[in-house]
């Protein structure tokens, strides 16, 4: 079957830096995608990988190895308004996005 | 440009009432999704179109869901009869020709089945 894993919640201190894993099995790659979303607003794009390496994107990068079914997402310079849940999403050979659970970011002052 | 729009953004109704929710995609946009979302099971694809026409419905839990897309910018999913277990967020999805062709969600509706 197919499946994504990251974590359920991840705890970080304000100007701190965190990196949030996604490992997939999928039928088929074309892409990789993060969404953030704030509790009770929908999800919003945040990066695409769908070559080998480091995508960056200001405070945040996204990161991707094809070889071993991993990414991660980078967050620099954490602020409290980084505090959401972080969605991992890869998109299958049949274009269809199969979606991780989400990780809870919780950022401390 | 506006966003994807969804309506109502909050519906509660008892057991067995219809219900209707309402998107209209990013004008453009030739993939619409419908996506539940609850704390238990995530976000799971309920159905999608392209240029209206319903490309994979095996999201959709029962008979009792129906979703049609009359015109480009207007899409419906029905629920009739509702259940408690209904309860949860739908989202409203649009994808364009962009080569990352990622999704862009409305703000969601909320429904709770008492």
């Known amino acids: 079957g197919q499946n994504i894993d990251q974590p359920t919640e991840m705890t970080a201190t304000e100007g701190a830096i965190v990196q949030i894993n996604c490992t997939y099995q999928?039928?088929?790659?074309?892409?990789l995608f993060w969404y953030q979303q704030h509790a009770g607003e929908a999800p919003t794009f945040l990066s695409y990988?769908?070559l080998d390496g480091l995508e960056e994107k200001g405070r945040f990068s996204s990161f991707l190895s094809r070889s071993k079914g991993y990414s991660y997402l980078l967050l620099k310079e954490l602020q409290m308004k980084d505090s959401a849940s972080y969605l991992c999403?890869?998109?299958?050979?049949?274009?269809?996005?199969?979606w991780g659970a989400g990780t809870k970011l919780i950022i401390k002052p | 440009d506006a966003g994807v729009i969804q309506s109502p953004r909050h519906e509660v109704t008892e057991m067995g009432q219809e219900v209707t929710l309402r998107c209209k995609p990013i004008?453009?946009?030739?993939?619409l999704f419908w996506y539940r979302q609850t704390m238990m099971r995530g976000l799971e694809l309920l159905i999608y179109?392209?240029?209206?026409?319903?490309?994979?419905d095996s999201g959709m839990p029962e008979d009792r869901f129906s979703a049609k897309m009359p015109n480009a910018s207007f899409s419906t999913l029905k629920i009739q009869p509702s259940e408690p277990r209904d309860s949860a967020v739908y989202f409203c999805?649009?994808?364009?020709?962009?080569?990352?062709?990622?999704?862009?969600f409305g703000e969601g509706s909320r429904l709770t089945v008492l």
């Open positions: 999928t039928s088929g790659f074309n892409g």
């Open positions: 179109f392209n240029n209206n026409v319903p490309i994979d």
């Open positions: 990988n769908v």
């Open positions: 004008s453009g946009h030739d993939y």
């Open positions: 999403a890869v998109r299958d050979s049949n274009y269809q996005l199969i």
């Open positions: 999805a649009s994808r364009g020709l962009a080569v990352t062709g990622e999704l862009f």
